[in-house]
């Protein structure tokens, strides 16, 4: 599926900063499941810095800086990309014969080893853990435990934007059972990773309008984030939205992937200034 | 035949009985004095008791001159504590020391080559010398880094090691200190802490001295920072344990002491603020770990390090001493595969062997520590704190099973990957007095190194931590100890030489000022004056209240109104307010303690702990009168040791802006109540008394005291060192001296406004000038205040 995508986001300061800097991760790049075709960014006030690299994971980066005071920025995004659907097949190995696999990996980016244990802002969590494993069985394959976790996940949560912020712990928002895409991801990692399946956070966008005859998706208004999980050498990667509780195929479209929200965050930087700061947000992406 | 058994031992000696099987740093295995001691046990067998005790305390003494401390985090608020110098000495013999030096140079290397392939190639990990496990998983081990190369070309440049010496006597390596190491400023402390203890020439000639690493130090920073740019140490601050340190070698080798506020990242090139604008920086001793070196890329949370600063550093912007991600080799379970790496990337053997370790990740390593869990030190895999460090998580096989019910072996077994074990290694014992005679206790040794263009070069000397107990049990230390020197002593006399021992007399630069210096010593003015204000009005109000002994007499009334209008309400004779205004003094002090002599420390300290003192026993009226004034005592003995002694550089103009300011702030505020045209009887009296001028106000004035008068002296005369005028003409003539924009034809903004507050009162009538006018100086002087602010303190 072939989509236009596009971003804004507007950030007003209430005192003009002297210098302000800030890591975007905001451009699409190809993956093995999606190709970019075009991709813009536009900044403005122009900033007096500008470079894109691509980071450890893979990620088009963007550092910007301006060293004369603002006191708003706007970022626009415009991105037209391909998604491949996804295999529905099931190559995994069972849940309790995983960890020779993944320890046997190397250290190269897209290893499972980076994505096993604690990040910075998904620490172990006992009740996840306990949630996680009261809903998978050791003899489950890991591709099943991924897709019975989300489901599980999506069923005890319920989606409330005011209940969390960017913040949030995963296990506050869990306690709550309430939270938005980047806490349902949030904990659907915690709770991968307490059984054993290595996973990561993946940021990215999801279609606007559905399909004629489906469902309108939730988290369609801002940038969406789910989940990856590794289920052995043969499988690989898969996402799985658990804020929609489904696998994350043609209708999405993957910015950066990550250990948590710290290594995706579109916009990193811009929360030093102190004070009602002010941001908006909107996004659109519509099919071809 | 054992000397120590059959030979006559001097008194001192009488109860020094190491322990069997554990190697003594004083005698060697035999029981014979090893030969490097002799002449430092004769000498000390000489004194008396007593004598010892005394040069002992004259060392202690320097120490406490010298505000030598380190900070504790544990329980409640930070605190200070002094430094615990044991002051015996650890005397080591040159060829010893070369052994050691030697085993560490080669390790040095290693770790240089390891770190290097971590954030390059990875070949280790891909060629199973490591496991990948231990790396991706490693919090330590910075994404960002990987593929960078450092502009100085090396990822090490300082580096600490622990080391012991076990019971066959022979050294072995505890830990390695490769992020942040700290305790190089401390060694130096500890030798001069040394000096004054032990005065006679013989056998401190023959010792070798510190002052030439650092000098080579210092020359090897200086081409590293490359022409024009500066230099510095970044400091997480005042919280710090180490922040002495920092401060001390800060002022030791002249760098300056910066904190990651005071950077800004442009176009890859750091800049440090200064009074003078941005200027370059191309090194960074950094004192700060790894994750808080830069929010943007590392930990978000971080409040400690610069945005941009791990940008510039990979683009080869800045040096930084150790490159940030060189914690990763801190990781203890590494140490299990240094010896097969040894082998593999230099072709030898390590010449100082490290404390056997196992990582419990691996099948056969894991049944090992299960079957000798109990003579282990057992611990987490990625951990980077030292196994024996004061407050580690570790403990002895047997002791740290409170985290799980199950046997110590099916732990193991289950948290495998997890957990790292270390032999639980037996120290080495040294002299320490203790009630009047020496006794073992057992010691590690700190060697610090650094890299120069001839290779590593390495302190001669460093400083041994001491064990509280006579357990040579290396875990006991972490019950914390004591410090001591540590000696390491040639054959014969060694030249003097200090940092400053120069064959050409050079004279240094000022150097710069960072614009929060600037802004603290500015601060540190301003509250010590408001300080001293507010005492004097205290004592004005006791001074009165014991007098007339009645609260709701009519001045007294004014004055109570008053100083509760200042947050200074009077019904406690030491309001709680007057506290917190000498704390922020203080904390301002603390943040520019690297330009500030430790003198005027201690009286700030000297002035906190008397008025909390007071705050507890003094009586309101006479009583608290005569307090205030023993605290306005002090605290003139503070600004007199800062304005008499401090060097004229610009951080004293700073000072003594903030000063002026809020000395004409106050005034101006002050008059508002006590010059208002109808004001009740005996008021002007107080004015001019907590103005300080009651004799000029006798001589200079036939009459009155009058409103005119009054304002007259305390406002328009250009002589009086209380009045207004004074304080301005003290600011234009503090700014002259500042650096400006580049047009000195041309005023600044901040100079005409003085320019005009100047000429206003210098023509001004006492007699036609309204209240209103006095507030409207205040408020064109607050304006002055925040010129100065957004010019040189941003």
Known sequence: ?288 | MSERLHHHLPPVLQDYAPRAGVADELFDAQGNMRPVWRAFIDQLAGLSAQEIETRFARGDQYLRDAGVYFRLYSGGPAQERSWPLSHVPVLISDADWQTICDGLAQRADLLERIVADLYGPAQLVAAGHLPAELVAGNPHWLHPLVGTTPASGHWLHHLAFEIGRSPDGSFFVLGDRTEAPSGAGFALENRMAATRIFTDPFPRGNLRRLAGFFRSFRATMEALAGDGRHMGILTPGPNNDTYYEHTYIARYLGLMLLEGEDLIVENGQVMVRTVRGLEPLGLLWRRIDDEFVDPLELMEASQLGTPGLLGAFRQGGVTMINAPGSGVLETRAFMAFFPRIARHLLGETLRLPNIATWWCGQPAERAHVQANAKKMIIGSALEKTLPFAMGADAALGAANLTMADWPLEDWIGRNGHNLVAQQAVTLSTTPVWASGRLVPRPMTIRVFATRTEKGWNFMPGGYARIGKSDDTNALAMQAGGYVADVWVMAPRAVAPDTLAAKANFERETAGILPARAADNLYWLGRYVERTEGAIRLLRAYHLRLAETGDRDEPCLQVLGTYLTSLGMAPDRPVPEALPDLIAAARTAASKVRDRFSPDGWHALDDLARTTARFARVVAPGDDAARAMSVLLRKLSGFSGLVHENMYRYLGWRFLSLGRAQERADAMLLHLKTFAAPEAVPGIFEIAIETGDCVMTHQRRYRFGPSRETVLDLLVLDPDNPRAVLYQISEMRAHIAQLPHDSDRERLSEVEKLLLELDTDLRVADPADLPQAELVRFRSRLATVSDLLSARYFR
């Open chain 1, 1 to 288: 599926m072939r989509y236009d995508i596009r971003l804004s986001l507007d950030h007003s300061y209430p005192a003009a900063s002297d210098h302000v800097r800030n890591l975007l991760r905001l451009l699409p790049s190809d993956r093995p499941s999606q190709r970019v075709l075009r991709r813009l960014l536009t900044i403005t006030p122009a900033p007096q810095e500008r470079r894109d690299m691509v980071d450890y994971f893979g990620n088009a980066t963007t550092l910007v800086a301006w060293h004369r005071p603002v006191a708003a920025i706007s970022f626009h995004l415009s991105v037209r990309a391909e998604r491949l659907a996804v295999s529905a097949m099931d190559i995994s190995p069972r849940l309790n014969a995983l960890a020779p696999e993944v320890m046997a990996a190397g250290l190269g980016p897209a290893s499972p080893l980076h994505f096993r244990g604690p990040s910075p802002r998904i620490p172990p969590a006992p009740e996840i853990a306990d949630f996680a494993r009261g809903i998978c069985q050791p003899g489950q394959t890991a591709r099943d435990a991924v897709a019975a976790l989300g489901q599980a996940l999506h069923a005890e949560m319920a989606f409330d934007s005011l209940a969390t912020d960017v913040t949030t712990a995963p296990a506050a928002a869990f306690a709550a059972r309430r939270g938005v895409c980047q806490d349902f991801a949030q904990i659907m990692v915690c709770g991968l990773r307490a059984l054993g399946i290595p996973a990561g956070y993946v940021s990215g966008f999801i279609r606007t309008t559905p399909p004629p005859g489906a469902k309108r998706l939730a988290g369609v208004d801002a940038m969406h984030g789910w989940v990856m999980a590794w289920c052995g050498t043969t499988q690989g990667w898969v996402e799985y939205d658990p804020t929609n509780a489904q696998w994350a195929g043609e209708d999405y479209i993957t910015v950066a992937i990550g250990r948590d929200y710290s290594d995706v965050a579109p916009v990193r930087g811009a929360l030093r200034t102190a004070g009602g700061q002010r941001a908006t947000h909107t996004v659109d992406m519509i099919a071809l």
